[in-house]
Each structure stands twice: as structure tokens, then as C-alpha cells.
């Protein structure tokens, strides 16, 4: 898969895990505008807080680990961030300023420092107009690389987008949940770019839950390196954001489909809300419910549960009115379709069974 | 077990459960002086809807049934109750509004009615001093019965109380999480026995956590039947008030205890915290994170997942200032104590592991 124009990426093995590659780079031939979205975890890792100052700036680089999330990690957290990122942009020529960081692993070890520095000579070294090894090494306990690409037309000219992501676990909505990285080479403003983003990720990331646990280190960027179509007209803007919606529902659901120890990819289709707000609390207290989850795994179309499940969240059902219809429950892909028949508001998001393997992984982890 | 001066009770099999005594009464010699505490799920059962009615007169009888919720039964459910409650009246001699009843099981399917009519006379005839039928009759995958007993001395009486309860799974705090019946043969008032009921309620099965789930069914009953001492002045209140308050706390720890599938029973202690709701808050985030539940099954101290978990909820926690002790992982009991160190409040709940075996059991379930 090549990167749209203007964009460069490696992925190397710096030894922060036990197997595999796991430090990152997007390298811009120039600076690409930037937008991000960030957890609203209280607690989060370093990297988030440094990428979120530097994330307005023009941006030269991204360089991500996995295997450490850089977060609680005692004293010096941030100076050691700085300092990856100042490392970084003095190869490069730039200020630590144009550098983003994103981390994804255990919470609470101090990354190793020394090992990351001595790393990114390598790093840069390997770059390529491929995204293979980037998208390899930003995982953790996902089972496969997460990439979706795109073209559209915007005036006669072909702009592509690419979207990478981590998840598998600790997987919630209302914020960004898990790393995202989209590469495009359509030129457009700061500002219109971040509102797309902000968009696309309520519709993608954010419709999406495992296990209802928020991460600390959550992060999805888009970067524009400016080099093909203007993304400035209305219908221009409409088809663009269209794209990086696809591109973002995809990998969204590359995501749910990779669900640590998940059999099933449920789809969860509310209808008839009173308001939008109500649609989406409908969807994610049954799609986080262990039992409703669990009677998933079971291939049990136990439907008392997501009454319940509505009635802790207020929403008063009618044995009339409530309408279940659901795809055959031995499929790996099932369509649940609720209609609380008390407003005109829908919701679509993307979930998984829990299963006895889910515990096992996460027994394991650490 | 002998019950308390002017109780009587029975459990028989009736044919509600694959197995096992399922319909169980309790009754009084006279009346009893009744309060009670419900489920706030608004989809809540029938036998929910027509106790809470009902409990504020004065009471001849408990029935209940386990195998089935009586909730969301499509049409005639809440005449279906009346029924039964009218039907058990008839045979006492007293009025519908004299019984209460309460319900457990699967949600959706419509209480046997006649085969529960026709098992009354034996239900009846059944009835002795002891509790033990009657503890049996309340399960459903609860693997041993709940009885809790103490005796007080009140003004040189000895006042008897006896709890009963289920629980194992659906158990989430913010309401009575189960069912539980207490009888004792104090003498006291409706209201202030209610509450004395609602602050018990509160530091025991207001303070227990397994999955996450709300029932539709969740019911505390306490019975005074008046046949020993008088509960009225201060001294004596807060004597009786304690022993109620040891006998829920000691049936919620035995829920805690039989929780589905646990390996461990988790008793989390929050300290340090701004204020008693965020103490309550940030216990029970930490809890119900199915990450954190897990490491426990996995005896394993990833101590950042309770950082991300208080994130989640807006705990902001220094990394020098966060305490966390711990006891061995590697028992069935284990003892967190985490220190917030931001305010002066604490909040103890108890808890278990997620494992395998939970996700079995609600897998198969209906």
C-alpha cells in the first residue's frame, strides 16, 4: 500500500516489547496540516498531553511506540516525552514543536529512554513510501494490521487517504478510543480539517465499545501534506469528509472485528428514540452489558437483557411497543436491530461478545 | 435456623425452575410492620410494581417465586400478580393489599399462574419455624442458600433478626441489588424501620458490585412482627439499627461471595477522597472495569487499569500522591486499600473477579 503523496513511514523493532516492531515514524516531505482527537481520560499518558500542544502546529513527524503507554509513569514522564521529541526533530531539522508522539501499552513503567533514542537513527533510516511496518508496529494485542485506503476525485484530481489503527482492548466510546493515523495528500485549512475529523469520529471510533474501559491513551490524527486536490468548495468538502468518514468507519470496525477474544461482530441498530442523546445511551448500555454480551457469546437470544439493560439507563420500554429483530445469532456477523418506537432518533454502533477468552487475555496481560 | 416469634415459612417445588424448590412463602402470625427497598430499573417487574403498593400496609404474607422475573411479560402481567396475591388472600382470610411478593429469574415469559394457584394450599400446609425451605426456594444460580442470624438485647428482651437472600449475577449497586428478606419480632414503627432499612441498605447491598448489571426485580423486605421488644428510644434504635446493618451487610458479602464463576472476593477500600460521592464513584469505576476484574482472576497487579478506570470517571490522581496496598493476589480474599489523597473521605465495597466461568454461565442462561 502506497502513501499518499508527501508522506514517508517506517516501523522498527526498538525492544520496548517482548516480540516484534514497536516504535513508529510518519515522516512529512515538507510539514502537513494537522487535526487531532484525544481521550477525555483525566489520566492520561504523556504523549497525549504533549500531542495535544503540538498538534496546531505544522507537523514534520509522528513517531509511536506500543508496549509502553507512557502514562503514571512517575516523575519525568513529560521531560522524557520532550525529550523523544526533541531527539526526533534535531535529526530532522525541525522544532520539537512539529513532532507528534502517541504511545499505546502498560500503564505505569517509565519508557526506556535511552533505548528509543539510540532507536531513531534506525527508524528514519527505514523509511519508505510503504506503510507496512508502521502499521505493524503500532500494535499491541490486536491480531492483525489495521489499514483502509481510499481515493476520491475532487476536481479532476485523485486524493488519497490512508488510515492506520491499534485496539483490540480497553475500548470505549466518547472520545477517541484506541490510535488512529490518516494520511492524506489533499490540501486544506486547520480548521475545517479538525471539524471533518471531530465528525467522522462520532460516527466511527466513538460508536464503537469492547468492554467499556476508556483508555488513557487514546488518539486519532489526520495529516494533510497539501500535495494534490484544494479541499475547499461545499461539494468538495462534502466528498472528502465522506472519505474520511469511510476510512475511519472502516478501521472503526477493523477494530470491533479484532476484539480481544471476540466470536462475534455485532451491529446494533436503535431506532425510534426520543432524541439522539437517548439513541446513543440506548446503545451503548446494552452493547456494555456483560450479559447481554455474554448471552452474544452463548448465541442466546436472551431479550430480557437488554430490557434491563435499557431500564437502568431510564428508558422505559413498552412490552407493545419494543420491537427486537436480530440476524441468525450463529453467524459471526449479527444485526441487531431495536426499536424503542417512542421518537423518530437512530444510533448505529459497532460491538463484541465477551468471552471466556477475553478474560484469559486480560488476566494475562502486563 | 428457628425464626423469630411470629414467623412462619415454607418453600416448595412448584415447576417454575428446570429444578428445585421455586415458590416460597413467609407468614405472619397477626401482621407485620413492613419497609422495603426496590430495584430504581424502570422497566421493573410486576411483583416490583404491586409491593411497592403494598408494603406500606400492614402484611400477612411473602411470596415469592425464582425461575421467573415476572417482568415484561406482554399484557395481563400486572393482573397476573393481583392474582396471585389475591388468590394467597383468600386462603389467609385477609385482603390482596396484605401480601407482598417478589420475583427472580428469566425476564420475558409469563408467570405459570395456575400451576402457582394451584401450589398455594401446599405451600400453606408446608409452613414450619424453620427458614431453611424457604432459603432454598428464593435461587436461581446461587450455589448455596443465604441466612444470616443475631440476637439483641433490648431493655432485657432479646430481639431476633434473621435475613434471607439471593443474588450471584444482574448484582450492581445504586439500588437493593437482589432479593432479601429480614424478619425480626421487634416492635417499631413503619417509618423509622424504614429508615433503618434504607441506611443499611446503603453500606451493604448498596455497596456490591459483580457485573455491572441492574435487575428489573430487586427487592429488600424487612418484617416486624412486635412480639418482643419495643424499638423507640435512642439507645435501642441504634442498637437495632446496627444489627440490621450487620445482617444485610453479612448477606451482601455472601451474595459477593456466590457471585457466577468468581475466584476471588474483593474487598476495596477507597480512602483520601474530595467527597463521599467521589469515593463512591471511584469505588465503584474500579469494580465494575472489567479490566481490572479480570487482572484480579489473573492474580495480577496491573495497578495502571485503576488509574485509567479513575480517569475514566474524572479522578485525577498524582502519581505521587495515589497509595495502593494491596494483600496477596494469590488468595481467595483479597484486601485494596487505595488512598486518593485529595480529601478526607472513604468508601468500602465488596467485589469479585471476572472469569471464564461468569461468561459460561450467562452464555448458556435462559
Not at 514517508?8 to 516480540?19: D, F, H, L, P, V
Not at 499505546?104 to 533505548?115: A, E, N, V, Y
Not at 488518539?219 to 494533510?224: K, N, R, T
Request: net charge positive; proline share 2%.
Amino acid at each position: 500500500m502506497i502513501l499518499p503523496d508527501g508522506f514517508y513511514a517506517s516501523g522498527i523493532r526498538c525492544g520496548i516489547k517482548k516480540k516484534g516492531r514497536d516504535l513508529g515514524l510518519i515522516l512529512v516531505d515538507g510539514f502537513a496540516c494537522s487535526a487531532g482527537v484525544f481521550t477525555t481520560n483525566i489520566n492520561c499518558s504523556y504523549s497525549v498531553t504533549l500531542s495535544k500542544k503540538h498538534v496546531k502546529n505544522p507537523i514534520k513527524a509522528v513517531i509511536v511506540n506500543s508496549g509502553n503507554a507512557n502514562c503514571f509513569t512517575h516523575k519525568n514522564g513529560l521531560k522524557d516525552t520532550m525529550k523523544i521529541c526533541l531527539c526526533l526533530s534535531e535529526f530532522l531539522g525541525v522544532k520539537k514543536e512539529n513532532i507528534l508522539i502517541a504511545s499505546t501499552g502498560i500503564i505505569g513503567k517509565r519508557l526506556p529512554l535511552s533505548k528509543i533514542k539510540a532507536a531513531i537513527p534506525h527508524l528514519i533510516s527505514n523509511i519508505s513510501r510503504r506503510g507496512d511496518d508502521f502499521s505493524e508496529s503500532i500494535l499491541t494485542t490486536d491480531t492483525f494490521p489495521k489499514m483502509v485506503s481510499l481515493k476520491v476525485n475532487l476536481k479532476g484530481k485523485t486524493v488519497k487517504i490512508i488510515g492506520f489503527a491499534k485496539g483490540a482492548g480497553m475500548i470505549n466510546p466518547f472520545m477517541a478510543t484506541m490510535l488512529g493515523f490518516v494520511l492524506t495528500d489533499a490540501k486544506i485549512k486547520r480548521s475545517l480539517l479538525q471539524k471533518i475529523l471531530v465528525d467522522a469520529v462520532e460516527d466511527s471510533f466513538n460508536s464503537i465499545t469492547i468492554d467499556g474501559c476508556m483508555s488513557t491513551n487514546d488518539c486519532v490524527f489526520v495529516l494533510a501534506s497539501g500535495r494534490s486536490a484544494v479541499v475547499q468548495k461545499d461539494t468538495d468538502v462534502k466528498k472528502f469528509k465522506e472519505a474520511i468518514k469511510k476510512v475511519l468507519v472502516g478501521l472503526a470496525r477493523m477494530i470491533v472485528k479484532d476484539a480481544e477474544g471476540a466470536t462475534k461482530f455485532i451491529i446494533l441498530k436503535i431506532e425510534g428514540a426520543k432524541t439522539k442523546e437517548e439513541a446513543k445511551r440506548a446503545a451503548f448500555c446494552i452493547a456494555n452489558s456483560s450479559l447481554f454480551k455474554t448471552a452474544m457469546y452463548g448465541e442466546n437470544p436472551n431479550w430480557g437483557r437488554i430490557v434491563a439493560a435499557l431500564g437502568a439507563v431510564g428508558i422505559k420500554v413498552g412490552e407493545k411497543k419494543l420491537k427486537i429483530l436480530s440476524s441468525s445469532l450463529k453467524k459471526k456477523e449479527i444485526v441487531i436491530r431495536i426499536n424503542l418506537n417512542r421518537g423518530k432518533y437512530a444510533k448505529t454502533i459497532y460491538t463484541s461478545d465477551l468471552t471466556p477468552q477475553y478474560v484469559k487475555i486480560n488476566a494475562g496481560y502486563s
